[in-house]
């Protein structure tokens, strides 16, 4: 069965700081797919990025990085630089199937940037 | 709009009750979920359609829960004889037919049986 685990439920940081946040997952397929969302205080879920299990390769957009390792069934985001509007929860998902297979997630990580 | 638009935002509603939840997805997205995220936890699935038809409807607790999307646009999730746990945000999304894996999601409706 899959499952995601996200054992930060808070954190909180100073503006400017870096912050990772942490995701566990477990599978038993080989073919499957990671994500992220932020969920600013409106509600609205954001999709942030979508990794595929062929592709260990980090990725970094702007402000934002993420490290995916197989090894040890992780897939960490990193906020470089936080700022205020960062402040969100952040789930991470999984999908064993390509995009229209229902996501599971994990139960978020509220991260508080303080000014 | 451009995005997915729930209604209600709100609903309170008393324990036994009939309660609709209604989402008009994204123009021309085929694929629509529900999922319910109560407090605190990640939105856990509930049903899944393709089109018209339910392409997976597992995550419903059980039978008093039902969702149809007739003409395959505008979805709506139907909760029978609401009991108290029933409480939580519903969140609906769609997505496209290319398999990305993207959703986009509506604001939710936050029903709270009392």
């Known amino acids: 069965a899959q499952k995601v685990t996200q054992a930060q439920t808070e954190i909180s940081v100073v503006e400017k700081e870096d912050v990772t ?3 566990v997952y477990e599978t038993r397929d080989t073919t499957y797919y990671l994500f992220w ?6 509600g609205e879920l954001v999709f942030l ?6 592709d260990e390769q980090n990725e970094i957009s702007g402000r934002y990085s993420w490290n995916f390792q197989k090894s040890t069934s992780s897939f960490n985001f990193t906020i470089t630089a936080s ?6 929860v952040y789930f991470c998902a999984l999908s064993e199937d390509s995009g229209n297979t229902p996501l599971v997630f994990g139960k978020g990580t ?5 000014a | 709009g451009a995005g997915v638009s ?10 036994g009750k009939y309660v ?23 939105p856990e699935f509930l049903i899944y359609f393709q089109g018209t038809g339910a392409a997976d409807d597992s995550g419903l607790p059980n039978d008093r829960f039902f969702a149809v999307r007739p003409e395959g646009s505008v979805s709506t999730l139907k909760i029978q004889r609401t009991e108290r746990g029933d409480s939580a945000v519903y969140l609906c999304a769609s ?20």
């Open chain 1, 21 to 23: 946040l942490d995701c």
């Open chain 2, 6 to 15: 729930q209604t209600p935002s709100n609903k309170v509603t008393e324990k």
């Open chain 1, 83 to 88: 700022q205020v509007v960062d402040s969100a």
């Open chain 2, 95 to 114: 997505s496209t037919n290319l398999n990305t894996g993207e959703l986009f999601f509506g604001e939710g409706s936050r029903l709270t049986v009392l």
């Open chain 1, 110 to 114: 509220r991260l508080s940037v303080i």
């Open chain 2, 20 to 42: 609709e939840l209604r989402c008009d997805p994204i123009s021309g997205h085929t694929a629509l979920y529900w999922y319910r995220q109560s407090l605190g936890q990640g």
């Open chain 1, 49 to 54: 990025i979508r990794r595929n299990s062929f």
């Open chain 1, 37 to 42: 969302y932020k969920q600013p205080p409106s």
